[in-house]
């Protein structure tokens, strides 16, 4: 078990639980970020920011800060 900002390119994961309170929280969780969803990681950026995701159908590009936040499993 770790976070989303451990995971390597290529690899699917699912969230187990969303760190942090407030508006921080509920705007991950409007992204669509929400537990037990599956999360794939297309891409890095070269210096590991920002992360690319495909979530729900969709992609998704996370900052690194915000991927500290998303325990995975």
Do not use: H
Request: with cysteine.
């Amino acid at each position: 078990m770790g976070t989303l900002k451990e995971v390597k390119c290529g690899e699917t994961v699912t969230v187990s639980k969303i760190n942090g309170n407030g508006a921080i929280k509920r705007r991950i969780m409007d992204m669509g970020i929400t537990k037990g969803v599956e999360v794939f990681v297309r891409k890095v950026a070269p210096l590991g920011d920002p992360v690319e995701i495909t979530i729900r159908g969709y992609e998704l590009s996370l900052r690194k800060a915000d991927a500290e936040m998303i325990e995975i499993q």
